[in-house]
């Protein structure tokens, strides 16, 4: 296999297009190529007036070719999984988001069955859910935008980016891909899925997990566990099951779960999250400030990722930017706004959209270790009442934000959050140093993105389940003090996204795997 880098197209080609013109470039002949693969491909817009796609191309080419273009490439193998477990137990897995389901997937690969426990629906039922608190304001708090099977990334862009360099990163886009995910996630640099993708690749794993063995358990939440010596001998749900492993992949909103694991003395710890607000604009504005206005390639709507730092270490930051997406309702408690992002795969929305978000500090928190998800609470109680207290959620334009002025009409940007929106200002319930930063970062990034700070561009209050706020402590062996039980995934302080916690879950589940029990 050779590899062709840095292949500058300033084009729109298929890919027999693509093919004939590399080999045209490197004077190769197409006949005599065996087999070839898109490794990467991306948009180059520094210079807004020569904007081009970068490719990255493997092949098998049967002739001569000039050594000085290409290079070798041995493709990386992940080391095989030498299974240890004895027990006959059967492992069990609380929450099907994307850690508990890449951990049951890499067990029933294995030869295990285990056991998935989800107080959520499966995933056609939960959308339902979900789209009639959206038109009617019912809210399910065991299935909505939080609960229900595959996670809250489900509905959201489905991003598959990561800042994590993990050998079992392409595992997942190849799993993903083989479960019906569109090819491009294996080569493009910001590959992601889309909220009606995922819908039926969740579906499709679900079917695969049961038809090698492992069993589901939906509308069923784990209320206790079962400990005797330090180790884990069971859970409880609508009865006892026992078992000798829990991978516990609760996911961020859990808060039950986070406070029965602090009355058993599990042992965890505040970590930094952050919260803020959704910035909508037009996507035409971001597509312009991005891509200028000159190419003719068709480009995917454009992007951002943006961050301000102050001199006082507190920092703002874009976070899960949805191009052509959509401001979603995201609350999993009655008598709470909380918003997220969400996109179709093809991204044809008419605005663009963003978490805003300003870091939270354990230094300002309390003592208590589930302070972080009590100053969440607040927030979104509050945000609850500012909207009206009928699941409306605060709006705001952002140049009353910056003025510290109530909105009293919407311009051009119309929201797209629904069941509803109430304008007003955002100021009165963000903690100040929240919303002094959100001022300063919008005013830093309209310095970046040419209209970014756009006074009809639109604030939504309030995101603030970005991260979890708590971290389960767990040792090299990937187990808490409680031997058997293996926290896992974002809800547990150890990923920050789909990509990452489905790695937590494959680890985890090797390590379930590989124990000599």
Excluded at 103 to 108: G, M, P
Excluded at 353 to 372: F, P
Excluded at 470 to 480: A, C, G, K, M, N
Aim: glycine content about 8%.
């Amino acid at each position: 296999m050779i590899r062709f880098s840095n292949i500058k197209v300033r084009q729109d080609l298929n890919d027999e297009e693509l093919l004939k013109y590399l080999c045209d470039k490197k004077r190769l002949f197409v006949e005599n190529v065996r087999e070839w693969h898109i490794v990467k491909k991306s948009v180059d817009a520094r210079n807004k007036n020569d904007i081009f796609y970068n490719y990255t191309i493997d092949m098998i080419y049967d002739g001569e070719y000039d050594v000085h273009d290409a290079i070798f490439v041995v493709e990386e193998k992940v080391d095989d999984i030498i299974v240890r477990r004895k027990s006959s137990a059967r492992p069990i897995i609380i929450g099907s988001g994307p850690s508990g389901l890449f951990a049951a997937l890499t067990l029933v690969e294995n030869g295990l069955k285990p056991l998935i426990f989800e107080q959520g629906k499966k995933v056609e039922e939960r959308t339902q859910d979900i789209e009639n608190f959206k038109m009617n304001r019912v809210l399910n708090e065991s299935s909505n935008v939080q609960f229900g099977e595959g996670g809250a990334g489900t509905f959201s862009d489905g991003k598959l980016t990561t800042g994590i360099n993990s050998k079992f990163c392409q595992r997942v886009l190849k799993t993903f891909n083989r479960f019906g995910a569109p090819e491009e996630i294996l080569y493009v640099n910001k590959p992601h899925i889309g909220t009606d993708n995922l819908i039926k690749i969740i579906k499709n794993i679900r079917e695969y997990i049961i038809a090698h063995g492992g069993e589901f358990h939906f509308q069923e939440k784990i209320t206790d566990f079962l400990i005797e010596d330090n180790k884990i001998i069971g859970v409880v749900g609508k009865e006892k099951y026992f078992t000798d492993t829990v991978i516990l992949a609760i996911g961020h909103s859990a808060r039950d779960t986070f406070k029965r694991l602090k009355d058993l003395n599990v042992p965890m710890e505040k970590k930094n999250f952050s919260v803020g607000v959704r910035i909508e604009h037009p996507q035409s504005l971001i597509n312009d400030s991005q891509y200028g206005t000159k190419t003719k390639l068709k480009l995917p709507n454009a992007e951002y990722k943006l961050v301000y730092h102050d001199e006082n270490g507190r920092s703002c930051y874009t976070f899960c930017m949805c191009p052509g997406g959509y401001v979603v309702p995201s609350s999993s408690e009655k008598g709470t706004i909380v918003t997220n992002g969400m996109s179709y795969f093809k991204r044809d929305g008419e605005n663009a959209n963003s978490a805003l978000l300003v870091n939270v500090l354990t230094t300002d928190l309390e003592e208590d270790v589930l302070s972080g998800i009590t100053f969440q609470e607040k927030l979104e109680k509050d945000a609850f009442i500012l909207g009206g207290e009928n699941y409306n959620a605060p709006v705001q334009l952002v140049g009353d934000f910056l003025e510290n002025k109530k909105s009293t009409s919407l311009g051009k940007v119309k929201p797209t959050y629904l069941p509803g929106v109430t304008l007003t200002n955002l100021h009165t319930i963000l903690p100040e140093f929240v919303s002094n930063t959100l001022v300063n970062g919008i005013k830093y990034f309209d310095t970046k993105i040419k209209g970014f700070a756009l006074p009809d561009a639109l604030l939504t209050g309030v995101e603030t389940r970005s991260s979890s706020p708590v971290r389960i402590i767990r040792d090299e062996d990937l187990e808490s003090s409680i031997k058997g039980l293996y926290p896992c995934g974002e809800g547990c302080g150890y990923a920050g996204g789909i990509m990452s916690a489905a790695v937590d879950g494959i680890k985890c589940a090797i390590k379930v795997l590989e124990k000599d029990n």
